[in-house]
């Protein structure tokens, strides 16, 4: 019985495999059949051949930009047109078709205009492609190892699934590109434009982070799955690259944002997305400029100061800037018993003298509201006016103390997010 279930084992498993390479050629074929072009299966057009098919592409090209031009023009006027031109469409036979090409080595297409061309699953390992128009064409499943892309041109290129290990991209623009499930162990990027690239290559083989870091528009790399961006992230923390760091940060926290505000019938996640854009993108980058929100908080500052300026000079109902003596002053004399307005007391009757006092006051009042931040003496409101020689503080009634109140709070919070990050980075992933 033993020896019975064995055969019965073998028979099963000899049937399985039978079956196993009788599919794989059917298998095969259906990926074959999803490329039409004339050098499928790894055939290699001859010099002329090539050259040939790079002339009709650029007529072809011609044809399909003019009728483009022209609907965007005016989308019903088709008819003014010539009908050669007309009856253009991306499936013209003149259109480049290089998918499953051997164009291995070739130098033939360094600044070819290859715009929208299929070259999928083309075998383009070691070949010249310096400064060659790559725009909207289809690379996906593609080999480029080794191969020079040096100057080129990949604006919304389709790069999915392809080999791209060793490449060059020196000063390449892959400006609304996408780069998707692809190999991209050891290709060179300095200077290459990668803004709004779509980055997702396989986790496992990305570029080498210091090349990688070398590129224009680092900030403005989206995804859909963060595990590739996530390890150039760790990457850069673990060699301490900041600066570097901090614009991969920038971009996870910014693509968040855009899917969360971008969300369909989901208020809350539309909320969460204006709010950290308003409250982290706009003020902070997310920790990118550091700088940023003192910058804010000064323009604030600076803004504020026309408005006291103008209660200063307009004496207005419901509100006003007081000054108030200090109950425990040394000189008696320096400074009212009871609040008194301050264009009672300070501005004089001369016009000039009085615009130019009230400015002073006005800007010294904004500082003293932007700034009185701390906890008992250790309040930078109060180090402030210290510096007067006058023992007197200046307070604000009505719609004046709710903007002075204003600029309090957004000066803690602004100086709070400076120094948060400009010392660490705490919207790391």
């Known amino acids: 019985m033993r020896g019975t279930g064995i055969q019965q084992g073998t028979f099963v498993a000899a049937l399985l495999l039978n079956v196993i390479l009788l599919i794989m050629p059917v298998l095969a074929q259906d990926q074959n059949s999803k490329c039409d072009g004339k050098y499928k299966s790894q055939k290699s057009p001859s010099p002329d051949e090539l050259n040939q098919i790079l002339k009709n592409h650029k007529e072809w090209l011609r044809e399909f930009d003019r009728r483009n031009t022209e609907l965007k023009l005016d989308p019903g006027g088709l008819s003014s047109i010539p009908p050669r031109i007309k009856d253009v469409s991306i499936n013209d036979p003149r259109k480049a078709n290089l998918c499953q090409a051997n164009l291995r080595w070739t130098t033939l ?122 390890e150039l992230q760790e990457k850069f923390k673990k060699e301490g690259m900041r600066d570097t760091e901090r614009q991969i940060t920038f971009s996870m926290n910014r693509t968040l944002r855009s899917e969360d505000w971008g969300s369909k019938n989901n208020i809350w996640r539309n909320l969460r997305g204006a709010a950290n854009y308003i409250a982290f993108e706009i003020t902070c980058g997310y920790g990118l400029f550091p700088g940023r929100p003192l910058l804010i908080l000064f323009g604030v500052m600076l803004g504020c100061t026309f408005i006291y300026f103008y209660v200063l000079l307009n004496s207005p109902t419901f509100g006003a800037i007081w000054l108030v003596g200090i109950p425990d002053r040394i000189n008696k004399n320096d400074g009212p018993d009871t609040p008194i307005r301050v264009e009672e007391t300070f501005l004089p009757d001369k016009l000039w003298v009085r615009i130019i006092k009230s400015l002073w006051i006005a800007l010294y009042f904004s500082a003293l509201s932007t700034f009185q931040i701390g906890w008992r003496e250790l309040n930078v409101g109060n180090w402030i006016s210290r510096m007067q020689p006058r023992e007197y503080i200046l307070r604000s009634t009505g719609w004046v103390r709710t903007i002075s109140g204003f600029q309090a709070v957004l000066g803690v919070y602004m100086l709070a997010l400076s120094v948060l990050t400009y010392f660490g980075n705490p919207f790391a992933q």
């Open 109 to 230: 297409l360094e600044n070819a205009d290859l715009r929208e061309a299929d070259l999928s699953d083309a075998d383009l390992q070691e070949s010249v492609l310096n400064g060659t128009h790559l725009e909207r064409a289809s690379l996906t499943g593609t080999i480029l190892i080794n191969a020079s892309l040096r100057n080129a041109f990949l604006m919304g290129a389709h790069i999915l699934h392809a080999d791209l290990r060793g490449v060059d991209l020196t000063e390449a623009n892959l400006k609304e590109a996408q780069i998707i499930g692809g190999k991209l162990e050891g290709a060179f990027f300095p200077s290459t434009i990668i803004d709004d690239l779509i980055f997702e290559p396989d986790s496992e083989s990305l570029p080498n982070f210091i090349f990688f870091s070398r590129a224009v528009g680092l900030p403005n790399i989206r995804f859909h799955s963060p595990h590739a961006v996530s």
